[in-house]
C-alpha cells in the first residue's frame, strides 16, 4: 500500500497540465475557431490560465487533505509550562 508521502507526489504531476499545453505552439498557433471574437490562439490561453488555476487549487487541496490525515506529520504541541498551584499557607 502507498504511504500517505507517495501519493502525495501524483498529486503534484497535475501541475504540469497547463504547461504541456503551452509546449507546442502549433496546437493554438491559429485564429479559429473564434469565441466571443477572439482568436483561438487568446480564448486558449485564458482557457489555460483557468485549467491551471483548477490544478493548483486540486493539488494543493489533495495534498494538504493528506497532510493533515497524516498523523505523523503533525508537528507536537508544545508541553504546558508547569506552575505549581498556588497553596494555602497564608
Do not use: C, N
Not at 22 to 34: D, E, I, Q
Not at 52 to 79: C, W
Amino acid at each position: 500500500m502507498a504511504t500517505p508521502r507517495g501519493r502525495r507526489k501524483h498529486w503534484q504531476w497535475m501541475l504540469l497540465v497547463p504547461f504541456l499545453g503551452l509546449v507546442y505552439p502549433p496546437l493554438y498557433a491559429r485564429s479559429g475557431p473564434r469565441l466571443i471574437s477572439l482568436p483561438f490562439v487568446v480564448w486558449y490561453q485564458f482557457a489555460l490560465v483557468v485549467v491551471g488555476l483548477l490544478a493548483s487549487a486540486l493539488a494543493f487541496v489533495a495534498v494538504e487533505g493528506m497532510h493533515r490525515s497524516d498523523p505523523a506529520s503533525d508537528p507536537a504541541e508544545p508541553a504546558a509550562p508547569s506552575v505549581a498551584p498556588p497553596t494555602a499557607d497564608t
